[in-house]
Structure formats: C-alpha cells, structure tokens
C-alpha cells in the first residue's frame, strides 16, 4: 500500500529535498507505510531512506537527515492517511443504536479503529484487527491500548456483541498482555447478562494478564426511550449496583494488595445509582479511567477546593462579588454541583447561583448525565431568565469547538429564548469556580460567553 502526499510543509526537510503534493510516499528505510502508526513510528528516525513516486510514476530513493523527533514536513488528506473504520458489531448495549431520528449524520457513526485508540484514547472491539496488526503493535510496541472488553467469556461475547468473532479476538488480549502492551479496559455491565459470577469470570481472566493489565472500568449501561425492536435491557436497581461496587471493590482491594495499585474501578454512575458515598481521592490513585466516569466527582471536588484556596490567596476580593445565576446540569451530578456551590456560598455571602438539574426528556429512558442535555430540554424547563445575571453552561453540553447542542440548538438562540446572557463554565473546578464568581477565563471553545442582546 501507498499513501498520497497532500502538501509539504514550507521550509520542511521535505521541501529542501524537492518532494511535492502529489507524490505518493511508498516506503520510509524499507518499509512500506501503510498508515498514520507506520509513518509516526518510522518518521522518528533521524536518518531516512525515503521511497518516493512522483506524478510521472517514477520512482526515487532519497536520504534525509533530521533531528529524532523533527517532522519531515509532510502532510496528508487524512490523519490517518487513509479510511476510518466503523464498527461491525451490533452490540445489545450500544448507545448509537438508541439515538433518534433526524439528528447529524456523524452522531450515528461507529468508529472502531485501534490507531484511534492510539491517538485519541478511544476505546476498541479488536474485532475489526488481523492477527498481523497485533503483530505490528507488538513489533512498535505501541502501547497502551483501550480495548471495550465487556465480558472475558468467548460466547457470551458473541452474543452481546452479535459477532461471530467477537470471542475469537479475546485471544489478542493475552498476546498483547504477553508482549507487555499495557492495557486499559472497559466493561459496560447489563443486569442479568455479564455482571454476577460472569463478572467475576472476567474479573479473574483480566487478573491473569499481570502487570499489562493497566486499569480496567465498569460502567452501567446507559439506556434511552428509544428502544423499539432493540434487545431487552433494564437498568440497574440500587440493590444491583451495591452488589457490582461490592464486587469491584474487593477486586481492587486484591490487586492492590498483591500489585501495588487498585486497577479495577466502578464508575461514578454506579455509586450514584447505589445511592452509596463516593470513595475518598485516594481511592482512585492517579485516575487512570476518569474519561470513563471513574473518580471524575471525587477529582472535580478537590479541583474546586484547591481553586477557592488558590483565589482566596491570589484575589480575596473576588469573593466580594453580587450578583445572581443560574447553572444547569445534568440530574446525576447536580447534589455534588450543589455543594460546591454551598461550600462556595460560605465565602461570598453575596453571591447567589442556583442549580437547576435538567431532567433529559430528549433522550429519556436512565439518561441523567450532563453531556447529554439538549438546548430543547433546557428551554423548555426554564422558561424566562431575565432575573438572573447569566445562564451557566457546562461546556460538555457543548460540541467541541462549536457553539451547539447535540440537538443543534446554538447557544446564541438559548440565550435569545430565554432572554440572558450565556456563559461557557468549563468542567474542571477551577473553571467552575471562576463561572460561579464571574471572572473570566481561557477556553478552548470557539465561543465562551453571549450576552443578551
């Protein structure tokens, strides 16, 4: 395989050496690049033996000389220098087969690609891998990868994830554990099908991956009201969620004790649902999983604290502020938001935010967590703000370097409907806190506050 050249970067090693957009990159000291892993991995080599085919089709040996880690200067059409791979399963859990109809088109893809887990920490099947890819992360020995587990047992991982082969692939988890690839692992726990001793079977064959066993997380699946002709799932009662925490707990306990670090997590979602105190932060160790919801609480507390202590020392004035807003939220998180704003309301006696917990009527069904809240659940339940100096938004709510909901509702028209102004509030503690108080702040969002027109 080959890859085209899109454009090469001025003043790049690339341009010195005469390359050009449209040449076609066939192989970098004898190998064949095939994708972004082969270019990354042999492109740090600072000496390169380059194969190039020019426009005309002739072919050329060139050297290039480069510091380890100085790009060559080439760039390409894809990052991934060719096409993304989607999803093959038709898992019973999924959650893009609960979406409704009429949203964005790129809402319903389903990307299972390992190079993504690689780059973006994206978590993957293996069931869209052959044997000789294992075999080129062994011989790159890129590592660590994020592998959607979800049960250890071969045939209930077909059934689970309607995929003949979705249990044969189980067999490249223990020959990356074997290699020493450092593993993350996701398990998306259904009442009844893969928790209890089927749990506990995983739990002790991800036990035998030793040291390569980097962290693993267990989620509660996550169930909309759009689930017509879907498999039949419910959601966890209280007493279900104790009884997987307890599981996972004693788990952790074992790991620990045995290997210096806990490595088996339950997410938040589960501790909420148990209706159960969070862990301590010490709990969670350096939150290896809190992309999965794992500790994300317990660490936005502690952000919230250090940054009050942090303003109390570096702007004790700010603390004076008077004004009134309102945050909303997602209806899992709302009593914890809540007490950051009570520990907050002790140190600025004139500063009022209320929290209001939005109840997800878009998507329904156990759907509770902020990320998922629409514009159109928002506007409807609250009506007129004209009273409130500005609208909170966590910035989850919104799609990354845009200015929408997952309903395409744009925060211009939330501010317009409900007559204030509209500020991005971020997610971490610091951010949370500046929000609360009205300073500003840096954002990586396009947009970060609309005023009222």
Avoid at 117 to 144: A, C, Q, W
Avoid at 284 to 304: A, K, S
Avoid at 412 to 420: D, G, M
């Amino acid at each position: 395989m080959s890859v085209v050249i899109s454009g090469i970067t001025p003043g790049s090693r690339a341009e010195m050496l005469g390359i050009e957009a449209g040449d076609t990159l066939l192989q970098i000291n004898g190998y064949e690049i095939n994708d972004i892993l082969d270019f990354r991995f042999y492109e740090t080599n600072p000496r390169l033996d380059i194969t190039i085919e020019d426009k005309d089709g002739s072919v050329h040996e060139l050297k290039m000389k480069k510091g380890q880690y100085e790009p060559m200067g080439l760039e390409f059409d894809s990052f991934l220098m060719d096409e993304e791979r989607s999803c093959r399963n038709k898992c019973v859990f999924c959650f893009i087969d609960q979406l409704p109809k009429g949203m964005r088109e790129t809402l319903y893809y389903k990307d299972d690609d390992a190079r993504l887990s690689f780059i973006f920490g994206n978590y993957v099947t293996l069931t869209n891998m052959k044997e000789s890819e294992i075999d080129r992360i062994i011989r790159m020995h890129i590592s660590p990868i994020n592998i959607s587990v979800h049960t250890m047992n071969p045939e209930l991982r077909c059934k689970m994830m309607n995929n003949r082969f979705a249990g044969d692939v189980l067999r490249y988890i223990y020959k990356l554990a074997e290699a020493g690839i450092k593993i993350n692992a996701q398990l998306v726990l259904c009442p009844g099908i893969n928790d209890g001793e089927e749990l506990r079977f995983t739990l002790e064959e991800m036990y035998k991956l030793g040291d390569s066993l980097q962290s693993l997380a267990c989620v509660p699946v996550g169930l909309t009201r759009y689930r017509d002709g879907l498999f039949p799932l419910r959601p966890y009662t209280v007493e279900e969620a104790n009884a997987v925490i307890d599981m996972l707990e004693a788990y952790g306990d074992k790991f620990r004790e045995e290997r210096g670090t806990r490595t088996v997590y339950p997410s938040d979602e589960f501790y909420i649902i148990a209706e159960r105190e969070l862990p301590e932060l010490d709990f969670y160790e350096d939150f290896p999983q809190i992309e999965n919801g794992v500790g994300m609480i317990r660490n936005l507390q502690d952000e919230f604290e250090w940054a009050t202590e942090d303003m109390e020392e570096m702007n004790p004035e700010a603390f004076a502020v008077k004004r009134r807003a309102m945050m909303v939220t997602g209806e899992a998180v709302a009593p914890y938001i809540m007490g950051l704003r009570d520990s907050l309301k002790e140190k600025a006696p004139n500063l009022e935010v209320e929290i209001r917990a939005i109840k997800n009527n878009f998507f329904g069904g156990e759907i509770n967590v902020t990320g998922l809240i629409t514009g159109t659940d928002i506007i409807d339940q609250l009506k007129d703000l004209s009273d409130f100096d500005e609208l909170l938004i966590p910035s989850e709510m919104i799609r990354a370097n845009e200015d929408v909901f997952l309903d395409d509702i744009s925060i211009p028209q939330l501010s317009e409907k409900l007559n204030v102004s509209v500020r991005q509030c971020g997610t971490t503690g610091d951010t949370i806190l500046k929000s609360m108080l009205g300073i500003e702040f840096e954002t990586g969002s396009r947009h970060y506050y609309y005023q009222k027109v």
